[in-house]
C-alpha cells in the first residue's frame, strides 16, 4: 500500500515530466500539465511517505531489472520517510504556486523544458532520499544536480546566470567525487554496493580508513548542503533561478546533502570519535555564523534568502556535531535530543525557507527586480504576500511561537546538556556553540527586520514598487498553505515530535519523543528532570487571549479619537522615499563593527557649485569582500587553469597519440591494477 | 488538577498586577534618584503614572505612511513584555507561567517585541526611526552571546533553563552569590541589562537629541494611548530583567509560595533588592558618559569576556 503511493507518485512526476516536454509548443497546456502532475506527485508521495514512518517495517521495492552489483532497490525506512515527505509537503506548495508564477513565463520561455526538469527534479530528489544501493544512489544524485543545473540555468541569457550555472556544475561534481570514492571504499569492505551491508561498517574498518571516510562524505555531501567552506555557489546559483526553483533548490536540495550526512554518520558508522562530532559542531559554527553575516550584507533579496540557507544549515549541523559527540561518549538519550534538534530544524527549514523564496518570487514578479532598495510600501498593494512573508520572516527568525523557536529552544537544550557529559576540556565547545547560536539568531532577526521592513514598509522607493499588484490566486494558495505549516509546526511541536520517533529508534535505538513531551502535550521539555518547560500553544493562547479581550475593544475605542496625519519625523516636512532609511544604511552599524571581515570598500564622488557642503549630485559606491572566495577560491582557480594551460602539451590531437595512451594505461593496469 | 489550575490563575493574576504597578515606580524611583545626585528635585517618583495616566486620555496621530505593522506594535511589544514577566519568578520561587517557558523563553519573548517595534521604527519611513531600529536590532544581537553565556553558567549549576527550578535551586544557598562563577556571570548580566534597557553608558532614555538615541528613535512617531503602552512596556521589560537578575542571583526572601501571609514578606524583599539594585544603576548612570556608538561593542566584548570565565569558573573553583 505504501510503496504502491509512493512508486505511483514517482511515475506521476516522471510522466509529467515527458508529457510536458512533448506539449513545448503549447505554453498553457505544459504549464497545467507540469504544474498538475507535480502537484499530484506530490501528494502521492507525502501519502506514502508518511504512512511509511508510522509502519512497524521499512518498505523495500526492487525493480526485476538489476545488473551484476547494482540493484535498482528502493527502501522507505523512518529516515528516508522523512525526508521525501518533506519533499511532499514543500513540493505540493511549490506546485501549487507554479500554476501561477508560471503564466508570466508563457510564450516567452519554453515552459516545457521547464516542466520536464521540474518533475525530473522531484522524482530524483523523492530517489535520493530513498535509494538503497551506492550506484543507484549516485544515479539519482546526478540526475538530481543535472535537473538543478537545468532549472537554474534556465534564464540563461543572463550572463550572471551562465556563470552561476558552470560554478553550481563544478562545485556539485567536485562533492560527487568525494561521494564516489567514499561509496568505493565502503562497498571494497562490504563487498556490496546495498546500503543494508554499510549498516554500523565503517566502525569495523581499521582507523585512518574510517577518519579519511568520515571527511570524504563529510565534504562530498558538505557540498550539496552549503556547508562553509565549500558554500560559494549557493549564494550564486540560489538567486538566479527562477523563484519556484530557488524555493525548492533552498528549501529541499540542499537538504539532500543533509540527509547523506544523517544516512552516512548514524546508519554506517557505529559510536564515531569525538573529534567527529566536534568537527561538524565547528562546521556548524562557522555556517551559521558567517551564513548570517553576508546576509546582513546582501540586499539582493534572493541573495539575502541563500546566504540564510548556509546559516540554518549550519544549525542543523551544530544538533548533529552535538549528536555524535554524545554517540561517542555513550549518551543515547542526549544523541537522540540532539539528533531531533537538528532534523527536525531540517523540516522547519524546508518549510519556512520555502515560503521565504515563494514570497521573494511574488515580489520580484511584482517589482521586476530583486534589489531591495527598490522596492518599499509593498504591504500596502500586496496584503497577501507581505503576512505569509511575515510568518516566514518571525519563524527564521526563531521567534515564539512559530517552528523556528522550537528546533533553536531543542538545540539549545542539546547544547546545554553537553556541557556534563565530558570532563575535558571539549565540554566548553558546548556553551560557546550555544552562545554563537544565541548570537546567530540575533543577526538573523537583525537581518529579517531589514528583509521584511524595506521591501513592504514604508513608501515605495521606484515606480515598480508603487504599481506592484498583489500576485494570482494560485500563487497566494502556495504562500498561505506554507504559512500555516509552519504555525503549525510550532503550535503542534509535542505531536509531531512523535514522527521523530522511529527515527531515533532506528539510528541510535532510543525512543525519546515520551520523554520530552510534558504536561500532557501542552508543554515541551528536555527530557530530564526539572529541565525546564516551554509550551508554544501556552504562548499562542496567552497573546489569542489578551489580543481578544483587550487589545481589539481597546483599540476600536481608541481608533475614534485618531487621525491620520503626515510623518512627524522630528519636524521636518516633506518626507519623500529619497529620505527613508536604506537597506545599506540599516546594516551600516554591523558593516563597520565587523570591517575586519568584510573589508567594505566605498567611492563617494559628490559634484557641487558653490559649497562641498551643497552637492548637487551624489554617487555612492560600496562593496564588501567575499573574503574565502578571494583568497582562497580565485589563487586556487588560477592554479587550475595554470595546470591546465600546461596539460594542453599531451594532447596533440593525433590519434596514435591517444591510441598510445589508451595502450600504455592497459599495461599499467594490467601491471598493478588486477589483484591476483 | 483543577485547583492547581486555580493556584495558577490567582497566581498569574497576583504577578500581572505587581508588574503593572510596580514598573512605572521603578523608574520614577530611578530618575528620582538621578535627578538629587545631580542636585535637582526632579519630578517626584509618581510621575510616569502620571504620564501614562496623560498619555492615555490624549487622541492619537497616525502617520499616513504606516500600515498595520504600527498599530499593531504596541500590542505585541505590551503583550509579550508581560507573559515574559509572568515566567519569573517575583515574589515566589514559583514563577506563575513556568510551565510555558523558562529564561530562553522570556529573551526570545523579548526578542520577539523587539522585532516588531524595530519593524515599526521603520514603518514610518523617518530616517529617524530606521536609524534607531538599525542600532537597537545590531546591539542587542551583540549583547546576546554574553546573556547566553551567563544564563548558561546558571542553568548548568540548576540543571535546568526553567526560572522556578533555577530560583529553587539558589533557595538556602544565601552566600552562593559570592562563588566566582556566579560573580562573574552577574557582572556579565549586569552589563547586557544596561545595554537592553536602554541606560548609560549604552543609550540615554532621557535624550531627544536626535543623533545619539536608540530606543527613543524607534517610538518617535507614536503618540496618545499607543506612546502610553510603549513606555510602560519599556518600564515592565526594564523591571522583568532587574527582577530576572535579582532573583537568580540574590534568591533571599522568595516565598515558596504565593499563598498565605509570607507573600507580603516575600514583596518587601523585592522591593529592597530593586531599590538596592536602582542605586546601584543610577550610581553607574551618573559617574559614566555616553559612549560612541562604535565603543558599546567593546563593552559587550568585555561582558563576553565575563561570561567565559563564569564559564570556567564553574569547573575551576
Known amino acids: ?676 | 488538577m483543577m485547583e492547581r489550575a486555580l493556584e495558577r490563575l490567582i497566581e498569574s493574576a497576583a504577578q500581572l498586577l505587581l508588574l503593572l504597578a510596580l514598573a512605572p515606580l521603578v523608574t520614577g524611583v530611578i530618575r528620582t534618584l538621578k535627578a538629587r545626585l545631580q542636585s535637582r528635585r526632579g519630578p517626584g517618583i509618581l510621575q510616569p503614572y502620571r504620564d501614562l495616566r496623560k498619555l492615555f486620555g490624549k487622541g492619537m496621530v497616525i502617520p499616513e505612511t504606516t500600515s498595520w505593522i504600527f498599530s499593531a506594535t504596541p500590542w505585541v511589544v505590551f503583550f509579550s513584555t508581560i507573559l515574559a514577566g509572568l515566567m519569573i519568578p517575583m515574589v515566589a520561587a514559583d514563577a506563575p507561567l513556568g510551565l510555558f517557558g523558562g529564561v530562553l523563553a522570556v529573551i526570545y519573548l523579548l526578542g520577539l517585541g523587539r522585532f516588531f517595534l524595530a519593524l515599526a521604527g521603520l514603518d514610518s519611513g523617518s530616517s529617524f526611526g530606521g536609524l534607531g531600529s538599525s542600532r537597537e536590532m545590531t546591539i542587542s544581537a551583540l549583547a546576546e552571546p554574553a546573556m547566553m553565556l551567563a544564563i548558561f553558567t546558571v542553568a548548568i549549576g540548576a540543571g535546568s533553563t526553567g526560572l522556578t527550578e533555577i530560583a529553587g535551586a539558589a533557595i538556602g544557598q544565601t552566600w552562593r552569590f559570592l562563588a566566582p562563577a556566579q560573580m562573574f556571570a552577574f557582572a556579565a548580566l549586569a552589563l547586557v541589562l544596561i545595554a537592553e534597557t536602554g541606560r548609560i553608558p549604552v543609550d540615554n532614555q532621557d535624550t531627544h537629541l536626535e543623533l545619539t538615541m536608540i530606543h527613543e528613535a524607534m517610538i518617535l512617531e507614536f503618540s496618545g494611548p499607543y506612546l502610553a503602552l510603549l513606555e510602560w512596556a519599556a518600564s515592565i521589560k526594564q523591571l522583568v530583567l532587574m527582577t530576572l537578575l535579582i532573583n537568580c542571583f540574590w534568591p533571599f526572601g522568595l516565598q515558596p509560595t504565593w499563598f498565605g501571609f509570607g507573600a507580603l514578606q516575600g514583596v518587601a524583599w523585592l522591593l529592597a533588592k530593586l531599590l538596592f539594585l536602582s542605586c546601584a544603576i543610577v550610581l553607574i548612570e551618573s559617574v559614566n558618559a555616553k559612549m560612541r556608538l562604535f565603543r558599546v561593542p567593546e563593552l559587550l566584548a568585555v561582558a563576553f569576556t565575563l561570561g567565559s570565565l563564569a564559564l570556567v569558573s564553574t569547573f575551576l573553583f
Open chain 1, 1 to 676: 500500500m505504501t510503496t504502491a503511493f509512493f512508486l505511483s507518485g514517482i511515475v506521476v512526476w516522471l510522466a509529467g515530466a515527458l508529457a510536458s516536454l512533448a506539449l513545448g509548443r503549447q505554453p498553457v497546456a505544459a504549464r497545467r500539465v507540469a504544474c498538475g502532475a507535480a502537484l499530484t506527485g506530490s501528494l502521492l508521495t507525502l501519502t506514502g511517505s508518511v504512512v511509511a514512518i508510522f509502519s512497524a517495517s521499512a518498505s523495500v521495492i526492487s525493480l526485476p531489472f538489476d545488473v551484476a552489483m547494482f540493484s535498482w532497490a528502493i527502501r522507505l525506512d523512518p529516515l528516508s520517510a522523512y525526508f521525501s515527505s518533506m519533499l511532499g509537503v514543500l513540493a505540493t506548495a511549490i506546485a501549487l504556486y507554479s500554476f501561477g508564477y508560471l503564466r508570466e513565463m508563457e510564450g516567452r520561455r519554453n515552459l516545457g523544458a521547464f516542466g520536464f526538469f521540474f518533475n525530473l527534479l522531484l522524482a530524483s530528489l523523492a530517489l535520493v532520499f530513498t535509494a538503497s544501493n551506492a550506484f543507484f544512489f549516485l544515479v539519482a544524485w546526478e540526475v538530481m544536480a543535472l535537473s538543478a543545473y537545468c532549472l537554474v540555468s534556465f534564464e540563461h541569457e543572463k550572463k550572471e546566470t551562465r556563470s552561476a550555472g558552470i560554478l553550481f556544475l563544478i562545485m556539485s561534481h567536485a562533492g560527487t567525487g568525494l561521494l564516489m570514492i567514499g561509496f568505493l571504499v565502503l562497498a571494497s569492505f562490504s563487498g556490496s554496493l546495498d546500503f543494508s551491508s554499510f549498516h554500523l561498517l565503517a566502525s569495523r574498518m581499521p582507523p585512518l580508513q574510517q577518519d579519511a571516510m568520515f571527511l570524504l562524505f563529510l565534504f562530498g555531501f558538505g557540498v550539496k548542503a552549503g556547508v562553509v567552506p565549500v558554500h560559494i555557489w549557493l549564494p550564486e546559483a540560489h538567486p538566479v533561478a527562477p523563484s519556484n526553483v530557488s524555493a525548492l533548490m533552498s528549501g529541499i536540495v540542499i537538504k539532500s546533502g543533509i540527509y547523506g550526512m544523517a544516512r552516512v554518520f548514524f546508519d554506517f558508522y557505529g559510536p564515531p570519535p569525538l573529534w567527529m562530532g566536534a568537527v561538524v559542531l565547528g562546521l556548524g559554527v562557522a555556517s551559521a555564523l558567517l551564513g548570517v553575516l553576508y546576509a546582513l550584507m546582501a540586499h539582493d533579496l534572493k541573495r539575502l534568502l541563500a546566504w540564510h540557507s548556509i546559516e540554518n544549515i549550519g544549525i542543523i549541523l551544530m544538533g548533529f556535531g552535538a549528536a555524535l559527540m554524545f554517540r561517542s561518549l555513550g549518551y543515547g538519550n542526549l544523541a537522540a535530543l540532539a539528533l531531533i534538534a537538528g532534523l527536525y530544524h531540517t523540516f522547519n527549514h524546508a518549510i519556512f525557507k520555502g515560503l521565504l523564496f515563494l514570497g521573494a518570487g511574488s515580489v520580484v514578479q511584482a517589482t521586476h527586480t530583486r534589489n531591495m532598495e527598490k522596492m518599499g510600501g509593498l504591504i500596502r498593494r500586496m496584503p497577501v504576500t507581505a503576512v505569509c512573508f511575515l510568518v516566514g520572516a518571525v519563524a527564521i527568525s526563531g521567534l515564539p511561537p512559530l517552528n523556528g523557536f522550537v528546533s533553536e529552544w531543542l538545540t539549545y537544550q542539546a547544547l546545554l546538556a553537553g556541557f556534563g557529559t565530558t570532563q575535558s576540556l571539549t565540554r566548553l565547545m558546548f556553551p560557546i556553540a550555544g552562545s554563537l547560536l544565541a548570537l546567530t539568531a540575533a543577526l538573523a532577526a537583525t537581518c529579517f527586520v531589514k528583509a521584511f521592513a524595506i521591501p513592504f514598509l514604508a513608501l515605495p522607493r521606484s515606480a515598480e514598487a508603487a504599481e506592484a499588484q498583489e500576485v494570482s490566486l494560485p500563487m497566494k494558495a502556495g504562500m498561505v498553505a506554507l504559512s500555516l505549516v509552519c504555525i503549525a509546526l510550532g503550535l503542534g511541536a509535542t505531536s509531531f515530535l512523535r514522527v521523530l520517533d522511529p527515527i531515533t529508534q532506528q539510528t541510535l535505538g532510543v525512543s525519546a519523543s515520551a520523554a520530552l513531551v510534558a504536561a500532557r502535550g501542552l508543554a515541551l521539555s528536555p527530557g530530564t528532570p526539572h529541565g525546564g518547560t516551554i509550551s508554544t500553544v501556552g504562548i499562542t493562547l496567552f497573546f489569542v487571549l489578551a489580543g481578544g479581550a483587550f487589545a481589539l475593544p481597546l483599540a476600536l475605542r481608541w481608533r475614534r479619537r485618531s487621525v491620520r496625519g503626515p510623518v512627524w519625523d522630528c519636524g521636518l516636512p516633506g518626507l519623500t522615499a529619497d529620505n527613508e532609511y536604506t537597506a545599506t544604511a540599516f546594516s551600516k552599524p554591523l558593516r563597520m563593527i565587523f570591517s575586519a571581515l568584510y573589508r567594505p570598500r566605498r567611492e563617494i564622488q559628490a559634484e557641487f557649485e558653490v559649497s562641498p557642503h551643497y552637492p548637487s549630485a551624489i554617487r555612492f559606491e560600496s562593496e564588501i569582500e567575499l573574503t574565502l572566495e578571494e583568497r582562497v577560491y580565485r589563487p586556487l582557480q588560477a592554479r587550475i587553469l595554470a595546470l591546465a594551460n600546461r596539460m594542453k602539451g599531451i594532447q596533440a590531437g593525433s590519434i596514435n597519440v591517444y591510441l598510445a595512451y589508451i595502450f600504455v594505461t592497459l599495461i599499467l593496469l594490467l601491471l598493478f591494477g588486477v589483484r591476483p
